[in-house]
C-alpha cells in the first residue's frame, strides 16, 4: 500500500512538471502566432507550475507591450530583473520604457548597468545611450 501511494506521487508530479513545461511551449507557438490573450493565458499557467521561469514573465511582457499596457509589462519586466539580474532582454526593454516615458536618468542607469554585463544587446544598448545622452543634452 506504501509502494502504491509513493508511485501515486511520483506520477502525479512528473504529471505537474511536465504540464508546466508544455504551457510554456503552447504559449511560445501561440505567441509567434499574435494569438496574444491565448498566449498570455498559457504562460501564466506556466507561472503557476513554475513561479521562477522569468521566460513566461518576459513574453507576458511582450504580450502587455503590444497591448500598450504599460504598467503590466514594466511589472513583468521588473520579474524578470528580480528572478535574473542579468537578463538583458529585459533591462533593455525597461530602459526603453523608463526613455518613452522621459526618465532619462533611470534608463540611463539601466543601460550603464546593461553595457557591464552584457553579450548580446551591447550594440543596441550604445545606440540607446547615444539617444539616452541626446535627450538629457536637450
Same mark, same amino acid.
Given at each position: 500500500?506504501?509502494?502504491?501511494?509513493?508511485?501515486?506521487?511520483?506520477?502525479?508530479?512528473?504529471?505537474?512538471?511536465?504540464?508546466?513545461?508544455?504551457?510554456?511551449?503552447?504559449?511560445?507557438?501561440?505567441?509567434?502566432?499574435?494569438?496574444?490573450?491565448?498566449?498570455? =493565458?498559457? =504562460?501564466?499557467?506556466?507561472?503557476?507550475?513554475?513561479?521562477?521561469?522569468?521566460?513566461?514573465?518576459?513574453?507576458?511582457?511582450?504580450? =502587455?507591450?503590444?497591448?500598450?499596457?504599460?504598467?503590466?509589462?514594466?511589472?513583468?519586466?521588473?520579474?524578470?530583473?528580480?528572478?535574473?539580474?542579468?537578463? !538583458?532582454?529585459?533591462?533593455?526593454?525597461?530602459?526603453?520604457?523608463?526613455?518613452?516615458?522621459?526618465?532619462?536618468?533611470?534608463?540611463?542607469?539601466?543601460?550603464?548597468?546593461?553595457?557591464? =554585463? #552584457?553579450?548580446?544587446? #551591447?550594440?543596441?544598448? !550604445?545606440?540607446?545611450?547615444?539617444?539616452?545622452?541626446?535627450?538629457?543634452?536637450?
Amino acid at each position: 500500500m506504501r509502494l502504491l501511494k509513493i508511485i501515486f506521487f511520483v506520477v502525479l508530479i512528473f504529471n505537474n512538471a511536465h504540464a508546466g513545461a508544455n504551457y510554456f511551449n503552447e504559449g511560445l507557438a501561440l505567441y509567434e502566432n499574435e494569438e496574444f490573450d491565448k498566449a498570455k =493565458f498559457k =504562460f501564466e499557467q506556466d507561472i503557476v507550475f513554475n513561479p521562477k521561469n522569468e521566460r513566461s514573465y518576459l513574453y507576458l511582457s511582450k504580450i =502587455f507591450n503590444e497591448q500598450k499596457k504599460k504598467e503590466l509589462e514594466e511589472k513583468n519586466l521588473k520579474t524578470v530583473i528580480l528572478l535574473n539580474p542579468k537578463n !538583458e532582454e529585459a533591462t533593455y526593454n525597461l530602459a526603453q520604457l523608463r526613455l518613452k516615458e522621459s526618465d532619462f536618468e533611470r534608463s540611463n542607469q539601466l543601460i550603464e548597468k546593461l553595457l557591464i =554585463f #552584457c553579450k548580446n544587446y #551591447c550594440l543596441k544598448s !550604445e545606440k540607446l545611450k547615444i539617444e539616452i545622452e541626446k535627450s538629457l543634452n536637450k
